[in-house]
């Protein structure tokens, strides 16, 4: 599929909004600490799931602007497709497990130089409207939309008009970025070293299916698996 690059216009208003659903949420759960609509929604689980419920509305939101500003026919042509094969799936399921012993490594590693953790993971047991909230926030939503604001806006469109070296730089730094009101320092170190994964599988088959079902997996696995079964 041919790559027409994005005019500078639409890639600057275009790597500005993958910022947007973290600047909504942060917006939205400040401004409604306490107010009624939280507090009976928090009764069904613990509030942390409010929070992921907006996070998940903001990316759907952001995702409609930016295909509004760039069309679908320029996302699809720097890689927002979906496909799979053997080879796609075997690979998925190599980085699925990659990330989780990455996880452990720097765990160990931020320990080692006395640095904080990843945080923002001891939220309460969930229950059905729990689970429910995170495998379609957490789970689906982040996983698609993260992949597409930052491996296909970040890496696919972005290095058309920069080295792609340059633009692996500048996806890790602006995922780690969104990440750290929620994660921390610890969090941010984690997922710029994790992100290498994703990203390496989107510059491998040139599209986000690999991505999006790695991404699927991990936090299927750290947001359902671990709060539901392992904790």
Same mark, same amino acid.
């Given at each position: 599929?041919?790559?027409?690059?994005?005019?500078?216009?639409?890639?600057?208003?275009?790597?500005?909004?993958?910022?947007?659903?973290?600047?909504?949420?942060?917006?939205?759960?400040?401004?409604?600490?306490?107010?009624?609509?939280?507090?009976?929604?928090?009764?069904?689980?613990?509030?942390?799931?409010?929070?992921?419920?907006?996070?998940? $509305?903001?990316?759907?939101?952001?995702?409609?602007?930016?295909?509004? @500003? /760039?069309?679908? !026919? %320029? *996302? =699809?042509? +720097?890689?927002?497709?979906?496909?799979?094969?053997?080879?796609?799936?075997?690979?998925?399921?190599?980085?699925?497990?990659?990330?989780?012993?990455?996880?452990?490594?720097?765990?160990?590693?931020?320990?080692?130089?006395?640095?904080?953790?990843?945080?923002?993971?001891?939220?309460?047991?969930?229950?059905?409207?729990?689970?429910?909230?995170?495998?379609?926030?957490?789970? $689906?939503?982040?996983?698609?939309?993260?992949?597409?604001?930052?491996? @296909? /806006?970040?890496? !696919? %469109? *972005? =290095?058309? +008009?920069?080295?792609?070296?340059?633009?692996?730089?500048?996806?890790?730094?602006?995922?780690?970025?969104?990440?750290?009101?929620?994660?921390?320092?610890?969090?941010?170190?984690?997922?710029?070293?994790?992100?290498?994964?994703?990203?390496?599988?989107?510059?491998?088959?040139?599209?986000?299916?690999?991505?999006?079902?790695?991404?699927?997996?991990?936090?299927?696995?750290?947001?359902?698996?671990?709060?539901?079964?392992?904790?």
């Amino acid at each position: 599929m041919e790559r027409e690059p994005l005019t500078r216009t639409q890639l600057t208003t275009a790597l500005a909004l993958t910022a947007l659903p973290v600047l909504l949420t942060t917006m939205i759960m400040r401004s409604s600490t306490g107010a009624d609509w939280t507090a009976r929604l928090s009764a069904h689980g613990d509030p942390a799931y409010v929070a992921f419920a907006v996070y998940a $509305l903001a990316n759907w939101v952001t995702f409609a602007l930016l295909l509004a @500003v /760039v069309g679908t !026919g %320029a *996302l =699809r042509a +720097h890689g927002m497709r979906l496909a799979l094969d053997r080879r796609r799936l075997g690979l998925m399921l190599a980085a699925f497990v990659a990330g989780l012993a990455v996880y452990g490594v720097v765990t160990q590693a931020l320990r080692a130089a006395g640095l904080p953790a990843m945080k923002g993971m001891d939220y309460a047991r969930p229950g059905p409207i729990g689970a429910g909230v995170l495998l379609t926030s957490a789970v $689906l939503t982040a996983a698609w939309c993260e992949e597409v604001f930052f491996r @296909v /806006v970040w890496v !696919g %469109a *972005l =290095r058309q +008009h920069v080295p792609s070296g340059v633009a692996v730089v500048a996806s890790l730094a602006a995922f780690a970025a969104i990440h750290w009101p929620y994660f921390g320092l610890g969090g941010m170190v984690f997922i710029t070293v994790w992100a290498l994964l994703p990203i390496a599988l989107f510059l491998t088959y040139g599209d986000v299916s690999a991505s999006v079902g790695m991404h699927v997996l991990n936090n299927a696995f750290a947001y359902v698996v671990v709060p539901i079964w392992l904790r």
